[in-house]
């Protein structure tokens, strides 16, 4: 009984471990996805010392996610993990590496572009407020920071060292993603997706969409009314 007990509890907190990785995917997802638009405004109107701020602050929250989720990921999926995983739990996983390198990935070309841009455009006083440019146009990115902070950063968050500078946090990923290949023997090509390919667009819309014949009709039956004149007279 006490054995069965024990095969219990552990299948329970592998699951729930699994339900923390899978919240942890969705949220670098989102903290990287914030973090390529706020890199978008670099040498913009938008761009100055709050932007710079921002970007180092979500960078830092995305680190502390990818590095807790790497360390959980390898953890169920290396093979001195002495617990053996089921089937259906190992695809999971394996499908939450792929995503996740996935993610990695396009975070890591993201960092790249704004190390180039932050380095075209340097500020002179990196703690001032004023836009680097000044056209008379407000781009704000006030809306993509507080997207940031809304973002729930998950519970196996590790305790790392302090937010790395742009250029060693590129070469920190970059070691990441080389150890999760070489220490996870998973084929990309394996991995089976979930759900088919471009389902969003086979999905039936909401609202259906007006043919040309019906936005043509109705073009004819407005043009055949004619509204009232004015009386003020056509101005030539």
């Known amino acids: 009984m006490s054995r069965w007990r024990h095969s219990v509890d552990k299948l329970a907190a592998r699951r729930q471990q699994q339900g923390e990785c899978e919240r942890a995917q969705d949220a670098l997802s989102r903290v990287t996805s914030c973090f390529q638009q706020l890199a978008a405004s670099l040498g913009s109107s938008a761009d100055g010392g709050f932007l710079r701020d921002e970007m180092d602050e979500t960078r830092a929250v995305a680190h502390r996610i990818s590095s807790g989720l790497?360390?959980?990921?390898?953890?169920?999926?290396?093979?001195?993990?002495?617990?053996?995983?089921?089937?259906?739990d190992r695809q999971v996983l394996e499908r939450l590496w792929v995503l996740f390198l996935s993610a990695l990935e396009n975070f890591l070309?993201?960092?790249?572009?704004?190390?180039?841009?932050?380095?075209?455009?340097?500020?002179?006083?990196?703690?001032?407020?004023?836009?680097?440019?000044?056209?008379?146009?407000?781009?704000?990115?006030?809306?993509?920071?507080?997207?940031?902070?809304?973002?729930?950063?998950?519970?196996?968050?590790?305790?790392?060292?302090?937010?790395?500078?742009?250029?060693?946090?590129?070469?920190?990923?970059?070691?990441?993603?080389?150890?999760?290949?070489?220490?996870?023997?998973?084929?990309?090509?394996?991995?089976?997706?979930?759900?088919?390919?471009?389902?969003?667009?086979?999905?039936?819309?909401?609202?259906?969409?007006?043919?040309?014949?019906?936005?043509m009709e109705v073009e004819v039956v407005s043009g055949a009314k004619k509204m009232a004149c004015c009386g003020l007279g056509c101005v030539g």
Request: hydrophobic share 40%; proline share 8%.
């Open 109 to 215: 070309s993201d960092l790249r572009k704004a190390h180039n841009l932050i380095g075209q455009f340097p500020l002179a006083q990196p703690n001032h407020r004023c836009s680097l440019v000044n056209t008379g146009c407000i781009d704000g990115t006030v809306g993509v920071a507080a997207r940031v902070a809304s973002v729930q950063v998950p519970g196996l968050t590790l305790e790392v060292e302090p937010n790395p500078d742009l250029a060693n946090h590129i070469t920190g990923l970059e070691a990441m993603m080389s150890e999760l290949q070489q220490k996870v023997p998973v084929a990309f090509w394996s991995v089976e997706a979930t759900h088919p390919a471009w389902a969003e667009a086979h999905s039936e819309p909401d609202d259906p969409v007006e043919t040309l014949e019906d936005l």
């Open 70 to 88: 790497s360390h959980r990921l390898l953890h169920l999926l290396s093979d001195c993990d002495s617990a053996p995983l089921g089937v259906q």
